[in-house]
């Protein structure tokens, strides 16, 4: 089973929708990242949480929110979703208990807004 | 605020040289950098990571080294195959709060 899940792997929604993407993850790390891709712009972070009382905006957290349920799941919910929104979505995380702190990432969610 | 830049944005190559990808960063006060692989429309695998304290590090046909002083790190790849095909991402963390900054990769095409 893969470290890093995400659901759903893919999502079509239409302007003005409340919509949630899941992640769980079995490494057992403290911290949990929400990206987004867009061609072109690279890799851009929306929110992280170092753990489930401690949550902090990204570069780019305006029409986003989250939620830390349990050291284990991390959800990104758009409130009213926009067609500028539409991307490819990340979750990773990473062991904040010491060196690497390498990030491990989850396969996507392909999110398209009409 | 670090910045990562990756150099060629794209790149095409026969199948079989051996080729190197660029990533420098603005400051050297890192803990990690980390390369990535990126098919189209999937996750990031992690191919390597340097620790600050290490100078290079190697997985198969790929090598990967880093100098801080220069803020530079390069992704070595020999004999390339056209399953290498991919984007490669460099992510450099540094800074108190251990967040990585990612470049915007390098888009890799092996012909046969």
């Known amino acids: 089973d893969a470290d890093v899940t995400q659901t759903p792997r893919n999502r079509i929604t239409k302007t003005g929708k409340r919509i949630m993407l899941e992640c769980s993850q079995t490494?057992?790390?403290?911290?949990m990242y929400w990206y987004r891709q867009d061609p072109g712009l690279g890799l851009r972070l929306i929110y992280y949480?170092?753990?489930?009382?401690?949550?902090n905006k990204g570069e780019i957290s305006d029409g986003y929110s989250v939620s830390r349920q349990a050291q284990a799941k991390f959800s990104l919910s758009l409130e009213s979703a926009i067609p500028n929104q539409t991307a490819l979505y990340f979750c990773a995380t990473s062991d904040w208990q010491g060196p690497p702190y390498e990030q491990y990432f989850g396969p996507g969610t392909r999110l398209t807004v009409t | 605020k670090q910045e990562v830049t990756q150099i060629p944005a794209a790149l095409s190559v026969p199948e079989g040289e051996n080729l190197v990808l660029n990533c420098s960063f603005t400051?050297?006060?890192?803990?990690?950098l980390q390369w990535f692989r990126q098919d189209p429309g999937k996750g990031l695998t992690s191919l390597l990571l340097i620790q600050s304290s290490q100078r290079e590090q190697t997985s198969g046909r790929l090598n990967a080294s880093l100098d801080k002083s220069s803020g530079r790190s390069t992704l070595y790849i020999a004999a390339s195959q056209p399953g290498d095909s991919a984007t490669y991402l460099c992510?450099?963390?540094?800074?108190?709060?251990?967040?990585?900054?990612f470049g915007r990769g390098t888009s890799l095409i092996v012909h046969p």
């Open positions: 992510a450099v963390t540094a800074g108190g709060s251990y967040i990585p900054t």
């Open positions: 400051d050297s006060a890192i803990y990690n």
């Open positions: 949480s170092f753990d489930v009382k401690d949550i």
């Open positions: 490494k057992g790390h403290d911290r």
